[in-house]
């Protein structure tokens, strides 16, 4: 596995060719063809009334942003309904009664078009600012059966535009869109702004995106960068299922930054996402969910994202992280979870839906905010043979997660916990594990059915092993416990019996009471805090008084 700094030095490389690219984009040649097409079935495509329960649009999501997203499916709904009349590219107007911008629509034919090609047909839809430069006005639909290739030979930097009025967002519908960059030529797709002469930083009032429904989206040696708002699809570069339709492709050797997520993905299977950066984003690095399956991650980063770096949430299941790094993000690196839980009125957030079967494998979580590996529900998830080093939590599995193997892991210099087993976890195997430094080793907190084996706990600070609330079947095998604090073993909030701790060696450990930092005694004594202001404010106004109090004049006889 490469080293932080290796892979650091990669992310330099991509960013260096993406300048280098805006900086001397090539020249390109406009080569149309000729346009042959087949007539578009109007079963061909499912109305939008399965699209709310892509990400439950109305959570997170100002409304403003809503209207903006129940305006685009509107307006794409219209354009295919349209577009069984046209057999060219064409640009389809507003529904009557409505002010949405007109729209770029491909209609299917046997070969794949060109961004040059589309640009012959129907020039009005783009302005070209300079050499490899292209800017498209409007938003563009891909209807069921076409194909779109934008490749770097000839368009090294394509603009979406995106102002307060309107963006030209990207839409595939069970059709195929390939974002081809080269190596030293990377393909550049970015908001612009043409008022600001720059790209949309504002998300607040929408901004462009590409989204891929029930089709396929690949994306190749190409840098996608402040796209997306709100959830979901809209967020930025979205795989998308299509009603029974699986969402397919990936990215290889990319950057996706400055987004709302990195990347996204609904009821996709098979994604391969390989040597691409998730940097910068408002929220997620890569955010596949609902149902995305047997995809995987490899040689990938994700830092410096608003929350999560990688995070499969609500039925995803069978994928796997394979060396992959997350750094720098505000609240975990690595997460497998089962989805928000709310009674917010959408019915996907009714019950959770777990994630199962996933893997972590030789993966890096360091720096992170909060946790280096989340854990939450699902069965059989496993993180193996990864470094967790210098977050508050390393690996945190909870919410009643079964059979998750830790197995062949390093976790460093935690603040607070090393391994912590959290509500209701079951049958959670931890084998060959190194825990060094940080305040607690290992906590088992209402974890049932846990198993320690081949365990070494060293440098912890305050206590080795934690066990509290109810623990049966609690197996300690060659579990070893070296450090200095009050404890090496705490049990006393443990369920009673306690448990049999038979099969841990604590001859490492060294018992002292350390003297506490005065943060740390404040904490553990926070009535002081409410007593400050009692005790010193009165003071403060008692000592002047009395030194301005007249002092009596002795008279002499």
Excluded at 175 to 186: E, I, K, N, Y
């Amino acid at each position: 596995m490469r080293s932080p700094a290796e892979r650091r030095g990669a992310i330099a490389g991509l960013a260096a060719l993406t300048l280098l690219a805006a900086i001397a984009a090539s020249s390109w040649v406009l080569a149309g063809h000729p346009v042959d097409a087949t007539p578009l079935s109007p079963n061909s495509y499912s109305p939008p009334s399965h699209l709310a329960r892509y990400d439950g649009a109305a959570v997170g999501i100002s409304p403003s942003q809503l209207r903006s997203v129940v305006n685009d499916d509107q307006r794409v709904h219209h354009a295919l309904t349209v577009a069984v009349h046209h057999r060219a590219p064409f640009l389809a107007s507003p529904a009557t009664g409505r002010h949405d911008p007109v729209t770029l629509v491909l209609t299917p034919r046997t070969r794949p078009y060109t961004l040059e090609t589309v640009m012959a047909r129907v020039p009005s839809a783009f302005v070209r600012p300079g050499p490899g430069t292209v800017l498209l006005k409007y938003p563009l639909l891909l209807t069921p059966g076409s194909a779109l290739v934008v490749d770097s030979k000839t368009v090294t930097t394509l603009q979406l535009s995106s102002d307060p009025g309107s963006y030209a967002a990207i839409t595939a519908v069970s059709a195929r869109l390939d974002l081809r960059g080269h190596p030293g030529h990377p393909l550049l797709v970015t908001s612009w702004d043409p008022h600001l002469r720059g790209p949309d930083l504002l998300e607040s009032d929408g901004r462009a995106y590409v989204q891929n429904r029930g089709g396929t989206l690949t994306v190749r040696a190409a840098a996608l960068s402040y796209l997306g708002f709100g959830i979901g699809r809209s967020s930025g570069v979205a795989w998308l299922g299509n009603g029974t339709t699986k969402a397919r492709g990936g990215a290889a050797w990319s950057t996706f930054s400055h987004n709302h997520f990195g990347g996204y993905s609904f009821a996709a299977e098979g994604l391969v996402v390989t040597h691409s950066a998730f940097l910068d984003n408002t929220v997620y690095g890569f955010d596949p969910h609902d149902g995305t399956s047997h995809s995987v991650i490899s040689d990938s980063v994700a830092a410096r994202n608003g929350r999560h770096g990688f995070i499969f949430s609500r039925g995803c299941h069978d994928n796997v992280l394979r060396h992959d790094e997350a750094y720098d993000n505000g609240v975990a690196g690595f997460v497998i979870d089962d989805g928000r839980v709310a009674s917010d009125g959408n019915p996907r957030h009714a019950v959770a839906v777990p994630s199962d079967r996933n893997r972590l494998v030789d993966v890096l979580a360091h720096d992170n905010g909060t946790v280096g590996v989340i854990v939450e529900g699902g069965t059989g998830n496993s993180v193996e043979r990864s470094t967790i080093d210098n977050n508050r939590y390393g690996i945190w599995v909870k919410n009643a997660a079964s059979s998750t193997l830790l197995l062949g892991n390093t976790v460093r210099r935690s603040r607070l916990t090393g391994i912590r087993l959290f509500a209701g976890t079951r049958s959670t195997d931890i084998s060959d594990n190194l825990i060094a430094g940080g305040a607690i080793g290992i906590t088992a907190d209402s974890a049932m059915g846990t198993r320690l084996k081949d365990v070494r706990v060293t440098d912890a600070v305050r206590t080795g092993l934690r066990v509290a609330g109810p623990h049966d079947g609690l197996v300690l095998t060659a579990v070893s416990l070296s450090g200095i604090g009050r404890r090496a073993v705490d049990v006393h909030r443990a369920d009673l019996p306690g448990p049999l701790l038979t099969g841990v060696e604590t001859r490492g450990w060294q018992v002292t009471r350390a003297t506490p930092t005065p943060l740390q005694y404040v904490s553990k004594h926070a009535n002081l805090v409410a007593w400050v202001p009692i005790v010193v404010l009165p003071s403060l106004f008692w000592l002047p008084s009395r030194r301005r109090r007249p002092r009596p004049v002795e008279v002499a006889p």
